[in-house]
């Protein structure tokens, strides 16, 4: 049976990495992403190479906009059973000059967002008795991460949705895990390296790690692949790390 996906921040990085492999796996994928030249990239490269996708333009933090889309997925490919809740923004800010809008900014798009998209998703799944949810936390709100404050405690509140939530919809055959990157090679840790955030190069924060590389996309989208796949139906409320074992 083909499967309806939705893949938010699916324009770059992992989420591009992640509606190219559920599409791989036979789903038709709603690319959704706030840079809608990206997300339409992404969904021309699948339809030439892997399957069906749809480009969708929102912002996960705007209900309207949410609403309209997933409205044009639904009607282009049927009702939504898989949800990546994978886009979010990064900031670096000393915790004393963390201004009210920056935290607003930081909890409306990586927390609110996915609670937007997953009440607007989650009645396709109640309907069908069947749904899979992945949401994207960060190992930073496993170990704490200096001047990512906003970001991290963002990323801690998308932890524990998912496991409340996926209590609240295991009866109804829906599950809910997350899925925990370390340090991965995409777009948003290029401009934190570019920047000269982080105080060593990475390359050597990386080589103290069990597995001493940069991840890449791709190690992230097939941790998501397995949690939203029919096999992985008895597996719900987990936090997998992807992070070459640098957080348990
Ligand atoms: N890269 C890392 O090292 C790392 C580490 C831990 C966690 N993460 C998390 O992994 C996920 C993917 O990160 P990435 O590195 O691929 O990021 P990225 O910045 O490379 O890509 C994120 C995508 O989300 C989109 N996006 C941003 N705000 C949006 C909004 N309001 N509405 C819709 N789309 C929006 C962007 O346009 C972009 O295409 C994020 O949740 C991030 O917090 C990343």
Redesign the pocket.
Known sequence: MRRVALV??G?????EATSRRLARAGMAVGV????GE?AEAVAAAIATAEGEALALR????SRTQVEAAVTRLRAQFGPVTVLIN?????SFCAFQAIDEEGWDRQLG??LK?PYIVTQTVLPDMLAAGWGRIVN?S???AQTGAPNMVAYTAS?GGVIAMTRSLAIELGPKGITVNSVS????D????RRAIEGGLFPVPVEQIVASYPIPRLGC?EDVAAACAFFASEEAGYITAQLLGVNGGAAV
């Open positions: 938010t921040g324009g770059a990085g992992m989420g959704l992403d706030i840079n990206n929102a912002d996960i933090s994978n886009a979010a923004v990064e798009v990586n967002g994207v960060s190992f930073g990323k990157p370390g340090f991965i995409t777009p948003m840790a996309a």
